[in-house]
């Protein structure tokens, strides 16, 4: 048996300012200096820490954020002076899709790489469009052991890219018939894909592949972009060639383990090309969630393509589309396309875009995907408020994730974290479901709740109003 | 000692302490009682104590001898719906001293599920044994589904039923099996809450509330209390995957034992004691180590078919030939099936946790996505046990997400026969759901602590007659939606879903 998959976290603080949820409203000038004052009981020494910051400015500002909103002050204030109001900036934060809730779990998974873990139940709204709208299934009583992340039974989320044929075929004289099967087995379901854009230039990327190699996976980035990647980091980068032709980068194709082609009339041909410079390459497609990916996909497939990388927009909606739809939605449709076929076990599905939170990773799969590409999410792991998405770069001039030192390690060491957690929930989610590995969770919409349907079983037979 | 009752004794030896079920004023234990609206009082004030002998709800008080009036109790006024009424004090100060403003300190409370609407009337609840009359929403949350797009559809002219002879009991034994029969007063009892996970004072505070009313508690997986025995016969023994303290005694005192199967908020995982609240009183309950974080397995681990589990359920009445057995599972897909399956098991009690519902601590990925809601889960379930022709043998009890009396009538009309409740226990001790309950010294408001300065915060007087009020307010609303729709029991409304309707959109 292969060793268990371990993903080293270690605790790396956020370098950037960071935005809590709560501030303080205190009347000072009303304070009597009663000695029954609530300040410093607080058991998580919010106001402790305020103080030191107001003696000395030079430390950190961060526990000016740490208000857990408790509201012990605000009751027991004699005076009543306190009061607790929702921070605007943290409200400000991100968009409809990237949640301030979002950026504030990803920044805490990132400074340890641990599970969030909180009291009290579930406090968000009952559903939501897209993926708010599944939840995944859980095995109660009859089914094997299953104890998650503290479990004894090894939970495998291995799966593979790559050329998977159905069956290997002979000539009369034994000979095989086509190229063997070249298969990346990557151990977790997620590859690093290129941010929708940037920050702090090429450090970026050169975390990006740093992190990759540490969490055994791939690392997409431009051809052209990383010039001189380590050798040890070769087998973990994937280069995206586009329009521009092979040029530059037929030297690195003939290192690596995979490419990713951007969809254009002759990304066919530059397959081909690649292919020539290197027959053990893994060439995908990559191309936009669109309407017509089903029907490309399966043109492509016959064509010889046997791995698709399906890019959704930043709110994990088709591109380009009238009406678009969600990925859980539009995969959906290219899975059942695939299965109808008879040639979906002999492709690989890879999908990104709108992979927010690890949840969505699990529920991607569910849908049809083998395997998510994050990206976003990368940088909001570095500080990253997410506010230059579909509305342009509104804060260009001030990013938070860009103040202070970005160094390579410490971005790197925060994805990594951020990457082990998501992990750790997988497993969790796996576990619930007793499913031993993730590659029997993909499509298996059996494993989990669809609104849509669940709605209808339940409440159908109620008056509507 | 004639003339004087002699306490019962419970199966395990123990006399029975009764609980007066009346409810008083039991107001906030916080020096300001939060209110949804601020009033201010400025400098214009020249003590002429007019308001206070207007306002009714007592926000403005003047004791003799007092030259100003005390500060404003903002908790209790009305808000801004009082402008309609004579009792206006904004509008009648003759020196315009007076100011009402939204309490931004209210807006940072609660969240779509608990509103800070929802949390605040729970508190005048539990303060007065009554529902708000004004200016609190205190039937439904914002959460845009579930209860929250479930209503009732009231008959203009509904069957005449008088509000003094409407019966909330319910029986719990429906297997004719030969066991005693349990009843309880109301469709409600209090959910599984370890010792560990809560103060001593709250697990008290909750058992003496099921003495009151004549209802339960449970004793969640951290081991029955020594403080528990005086309430026996309002206990339920709950057995873990973890089987902490769980011995041939603590099983053979109780009423109803309970096994765990599965817990909403983290369907599919364990029990989770993160380490700095195992602290050594805790760890000595549940014989482990302290400051070891405590991780229960799941799921049971002799259960692998509906088989093992009856296994299961015959040893637990082999060692209590008295007792009822309730199975407590979460809300997959097959919940139906489960629960047919637990019935032909043997078991007495169906309990359904839904996905939404309280906890300790749990992953923040468990308490979102893991299995379904409870609402659906209770539809389903119900139409299944129907079809299956054993609807009658059977009691469905459901907990997860019921937040407020209208949840549970809702729940009741979708097919449960009673509700557990939890977190609306803790908010009416004064939770605002900050969600901290889960680490370090544990809850900073002294409910889910074992910190032996902070379980002080709450005095086990205050906590149990703030449940008591809770439950009598609830009861009074019960008994309120009953009266209009014209049913005599909520025992007859079980199953009644033609009374509700499903609202196209969100409310919120």
Known sequence: MPDKYHIKAAATPGRFRRVGKFGSVDWREDCSRCTNCVKPRCIYDTYKKESAYNRDPSTSVVPLYECRGCLSCVQGCTKGLLGIALNPEYLSMGDEYWKPDIMATTWNQADSGRIPVSGAGYRGRFHGPGFDSIWTDMSEIVRPTRDGIHGREYISTSVDIGSKPMRMSFTADGKMVGEPSVLIDLPIPLILDVPPWTIAGHALSKARLAAGKALKTLTVAPAAEVAGVPADQLPHFVPLVGSEGLGAAEPILRQVRMAEFIDWSKALDLIGQAKALNSGLICALRLPMQAYAADRILAASKAGVKVFHLCADLHGQEIGSEKPRHIKDALREIHTRLVKEGMRDEVTLIVSGGIALAEHMAKAIICGADLVAVDTTLLVALGCRVCRGATGKTHEDHCAAEAGDLDTAYAAQRMVNLMSAWHSQLIEVLGAMGIREVRRLRGEVGRAIFMEDIEREAFGDLASK | ?508
């Open chain 2, 1 to 508: 000692m004639t003339g004087v009752a002699e306490p019962a004794i419970s199966a395990g030896g123990e006399p029975q302490v009764t609980v007066e079920r009346k409810v008083r004023p039991m107001p906030d234990r916080y020096r300001n009682a939060l209110g949804k609206y601020s009033i201010g009082r400025s400098a214009d004030c020249v003590g002429c104590g007019d308001c206070a002998k207007l306002c009714p709800t007592g926000v403005h008080v003047k004791p003799d001898g007092y030259t100003f009036a005390l500060r404003p109790r903002d908790h209790l006024c009305l808000g801004p719906e009082c402008a309609k009424t004579e009792h206006y004090c904004i509008a009648k100060c003759t020196k315009k001293a007076l100011s009402m403003a939204r309490n931004p300190t209210v807006d940072a409370m609660g969240d779509p599920r608990w509103t800070s609407d929802l949390i605040l009337s729970t508190w005048h609840m539990a303060e007065t044994g009554h529902a708000p009359k004004a200016g609190l929403e205190h039937r439904t949350g914002e959460s845009g589904g579930g209860f929250d797009r479930i209503g009732f559809i009231f008959p203009e002219s509904p069957a005449k039923v008088d509000p003094a002879k409407i019966d909330t009991g319910l029986d719990l034994n429906r297997r004719g099996d030969g066991r005693p029969q349990v009843h309880i007063d109301l469709p409600v009892y209090g959910g599984g809450m370890s010792f560990g996970s809560v103060s001593i004072h709250t697990i008290v505070a909750k058992a003496r509330t099921a003495a009151a009313w004549n209802i339960f508690t449970c004793t969640g997986e951290g081991g029955y209390h020594d403080r528990l025995k005086p309430y026996d016969d309002h206990v339920i023994t709950q057995v873990a995957t973890g089987l902490f303290g769980v011995r041939e005694d603590t099983i053979q005192r109780v009423r109803i034992v309970e096994f765990k199967y599965a817990q909403g908020a983290k369907p599919g995982l364990g029990g989770h004691l993160l380490g700095d609240k195992n602290t050594p009183a805790v760890a000595r309950m549940r014989e482990a180590v302290a400051g070891n974080a405590l991780f229960s397995p799941f799921p049971f681990h002799s259960v692998y078919s509906v088989e093992d589990h009856k296994k299961h359920l015959d040893w637990i009445k082999e060692v209590n030939p008295r007792t009822l057995v309730s199975v407590k599972v979460s809300t997959p897909t097959d919940v139906d099936m489960v629960a047919v399956g637990s019935y032909y098991a043997g078991a007495h009690i169906i309990h359904l946790d839904g996905s939404y519902g309280g906890t300790g601590a749990a992953p923040d990925i468990a308490k979102k996505n893991i299995a379904m809601p409870l609402e659906y889960a209770i539809a389903k379930v119900h139409k299944f046990l129907v079809a299956e022709g054993i609807r009658d043998s059977v009691t469905l009890i459901v907990s997860g997400g019921a937040r407020t009396a209208w949840d549970v009538m809702k729940a009741i009309a979708l097919g449960a026969d009673g509700v557990v409740i939890g977190t609306a226990e803790m908010v009416a001790l004064g939770c605002v759901r900050c969600a901290c309950c889960e680490s370090g010294r544990g809850c900073p408001r002294g409910i889910a602590s074992t910190d032996p300065e902070l379980m002080m915060l709450m005095s086990l007087d205050w906590a149990t007659q703030r449940l008591i009020n809770l439950m009598s307010a609830w009861r009074e609303q019960m008994v309120e939606i009953l009266v209009k729709l014209g049913i005599p029991s909520t025992r007859e409304l079980r199953g009644r879903s033609d009374v509700l309707y499903y609202a196209k959109e969100a409310q919120s």
